[in-house]
């Protein structure tokens, strides 16, 4: 496996696009479940299937291009709203940057790191370590680039996270990722209750920082990506629930901007699993993250 992502990490991107659409019609074709969620999830925010159909093969995209994006050059980005970023870095109070599973969330975070990093400091982001040895080895190596620092889903991790943050520097997070039971909360999600972390709102509560939205879409025929920002529509609430509740609806308001490219086969709305041994230690909504 290593090998074969060194070998996929070489390859165009227009190339690992058009191979991984065909895996995603593959996936749809050969899994029951996946294909009733992929409809249902789309079902509840009101998108019929043929209305949002590209997005099989951005999930087939989405998995393509990880090579790439870990272990190859960096990828061209452009950014539209870079100066809803300036303005939030002048505030001096970092900032805390949300995506959804929506296009290419992995870029979201090289892209800032790139046109930030050397200037205003590394962004940090947390993950999950694999379970595979080796995968988690390309993961640890991948997420920590120049620009980049990635720290893993414990409360150590979290720390660094408010650190960063009280350093004026920025985070990158995916608030839609199901939390172990305990560390999140029900918040509605397109009119349904969907357990929620509560990390993203409580970085923010905590430590006065600048929430943005940003989404990063890809291009066509494996042109590249455009990473957009904005910011929150409200300044954030000092209320938990609401705080969550915002956020899940700024979510929803990015998805709906870009329906083609989100991973309606997210099982956004499971029942959280209970906490693991690994798990033990994190902060509230401190697991799945990017």
Request: glycine share 10%; aromatic share 8%.
């Amino acid at each position: 496996m290593p090998f074969l992502f060194r070998l996929f990490s070489a390859l165009p991107l227009w190339l690992l696009h058009a191979v991984g659409a065909a895996l995603g019609w593959l996936v749809l074709a050969l899994s029951p479940t996946y294909r009733r969620r992929f409809v249902a999830n789309a079902a509840v925010a009101g998108y019929g299937f043929a209305q949002v159909r590209g997005a099989v093969g951005h999930a087939g995209r989405m998995v393509a291009e990880l090579p790439r994006l870990w272990m190859g050059a960096p990828m061209p980005c452009a950014i539209v709203g870079a100066e809803v970023v300036e303005q939030a870095w002048e505030r001096g109070r970092g900032i805390v940057f949300l995506t959804p599973h929506l296009g290419c969330f992995e870029m979201s975070a090289q892209a800032v790191a790139q046109r930030w990093g050397r200037q205003r400091g590394p962004i940090t982001v947390l993950y999950r370590p694999a379970r595979q040895p080796w995968l988690a080895k390309v993961m640890e190596t991948a997420r920590t680039r120049p620009g980049m620092d990635s720290v893993p889903t414990t409360l150590s991790g979290v720390r660094q996270m408010i650190k960063a943050l009280r350093r004026g520097e920025s985070v990158g997070l995916l608030p839609d990722q199901v939390p172990p039971e305990g560390l999140g909360l029900w918040s509605p999600v397109f009119g349904r209750p969907a357990y929620t972390m509560t990390l993203a709102a409580r970085l923010a509560q905590q430590t006065g920082a600048t929430v943005l939205l940003v989404r990063c879409e890809r291009l066509p025929r494996g042109a590249g990506y455009t990473l957009f920002v904005e910011a929150l529509p409200e300044p954030l609430s000092a209320s938990l629930d609401e705080a969550v509740a915002q956020i899940n609806r700024a979510m929803e308001h990015l998805i709906r901007q870009s329906p083609q490219q989100y991973l309606w086969g997210y099982a956004r709305y499971k029942q959280p699993r209970a906490d693991t041994p690994a798990g033990k230690g994190a902060a509230p909504g401190a697991e799945g993250v990017a």
